[in-house]
C-alpha cells in the first residue's frame, strides 16, 4: 500500500473512518473531519511537551476556535485508513493557526485551517499564549 507523502513538518496523524462517522451512502460525514483535525492537534499538543490539562488548571488558560476554513477535495468512505497532516502555519501573541491536509494513500481529500485563540478561562477574554506554549512551538 502506498503511504502518504511525508509531512513538511509538523505530524502525520493515522486515523480511520469508522462506521458511525458515514452518512448512508459511506461517505464520511463533513463535520467527521473537523474532529480529526482536533484529534491530530492534540496529539500535537501532547508530542511537543504542552500539557493542555496543566495550562487550564494552573495558568488558566485555554483555546477556542475562532474560525475554521475547510476545502474539501474528495470524499472519505467507510473503513479508510486515512493520515492528517498537521503544522503550524501562523503563531501570533495570542493566536495560533494550524494548517492541515487530510490523505487517503496519495490522494488529498481536504485542506483545512483552524485559527485558535488562547482564552483566559476565568474572564473568557483573550490572552497571550502562555511562554510553555511558546517555548514548545518555537
Known sequence: MTEAPAPREGLLHETRAGYGDTDQSGIVHHAVYLRWLE???ATWLREHGID???MERDE????AVWKAEVRY???AFFDDRLHVELWVGELGRAKIRFDYRV???ETLLLEASVHLA???LD?????GLPQSVRDALS
Open 39 to 41: 484529534d491530530a492537534r
Open 123 to 127: 474572564r473568557l477574554r483573550a490572552r
Open 60 to 63: 488558566r488558560a485555554g483555546f
Open 52 to 54: 493542555f490539562r496543566a
Open 73 to 75: 477535495h474528495l470524499p
Open 103 to 105: 490523505w487517503r494513500e
Open 118 to 120: 488562547c482564552i483566559d
